[in-house]
Nanobody, 129 residues
Framework: QVRVMEIGGDSVQHGGSLRLSCTASGYPSSRDDCMGWFRQAPGTEREGIAGFCTRFGDTWYADAVKGRFTISQGDAENTVYLEMNNLKAEDTAMYYC?????????????????????WGQGTQVTVSS
């Protein structure tokens, strides 16, 4: 059974930083795995913000977070981090991690929720102004 778990959500002030961590388990780690970060604020649709694929280290970011957020591979198998800097009130949302094992190439699809099969339960990030 595949499981995806996110940790690291918290309440921070405007301009602060947080690092989210995500680990997927239940499938063998390979060179062809991709993982993504999404977020959803109340009353809005889930939006893709960052994605990463292991084979070529492909990364993809939404315009709203470029230059402020960084997705990276963790040392442990099937682990990714999301480093978030210069946080703004509009970053307040539930943040979800998703896994797409067996994918070789990254691209804009990394920001599409319908391309990911496995999802975590989410971790809340709240930014106060």
């Amino acid at each position: 059974q595949v499981r995806v778990m996110e940790i690291g959500g918290d309440s921070v002030q405007h301009g602060g930083s947080l690092r989210l961590s995500c680990t997927a388990s239940g499938y063998p780690s390979s060179r062809d795995d991709c993982m993504g970060w999404f977020r959803q604020a109340p009353g809005t649709e889930r939006e893709g913000i960052a994605g990463f694929c292991t084979r070529f280290g492909d990364t993809w970011y939404a315009d709203a977070v470029k230059g402020r957020f960084t997705i990276s591979q963790g040392d442990a198998e099937n682990t990714v981090y999301l480093e978030m800097n210069n946080l703004k009130a509009e970053d307040t949302a539930m943040y979800y991690c998703a896994a797409a094992p067996g994918q070789k190439y990254g691209g804009s699809w990394l920001l599409r929720a319908d391309r990911f099969k496995y999802w975590g339960q989410g971790t809340q990030v709240t930014v106060s102004s």
